[in-house]
Nanobody, 125 residues
């Protein structure tokens, strides 16, 4: 499984960004997908997940109401829509895929098998 994250950049607080993660074919029908982020000197933290098949989503409380995870099967692309960005959202964002049963999603990085290369998001105050 190949994952390619993109869409990061330098924005101001309050702005929006949409991250994309392009995948090899039929990834969403076989894998649960997730977004993580890692700030300098910190652990890689879970942000959002979507279940295999796309029926369920979960967003961590810290970004709930601001971030939305979605997928487009026709385009083999996973998205993370990020609104009302804050300086503390600054990090490298990674997409990941993990083998799962239909309907399951994961919140721990150990549960994911494949990772994209990351895209930098910087939010200035």
């Amino acid at each position: 499984v190949q994952l390619q994250a993109s869409g990061g950049g330098l924005v101001q607080a309050g702005d929006s960004l949409r991250l994309s993660c392009t995948t090899s074919g039929r990834t969403f029908s076989r894998y649960a997908m997730g977004w993580f982020r890692q700030a300098p000197g910190k652990e890689r933290d879970f942000v959002a997940a979507i279940s295999r098949g796309g029926l369920s989503t979960y967003v961590v409380d810290l970004v709930k109401g601001r971030f939305t995870i979605s997928s487009d099967n026709a385009k083999n692309t996973l998205y993370l829509q990020m609104n009302s960005l804050k300086p503390e959202d600054t990090a490298v964002y990674f997409c990941a895929a993990g083998s799962s049963a239909i309907g399951n999603y994961y919140t721990k990085k150990e549960e994911y098998d494949y990772w994209g290369q990351g895209t930098q998001v910087t939010v200035s105050s």
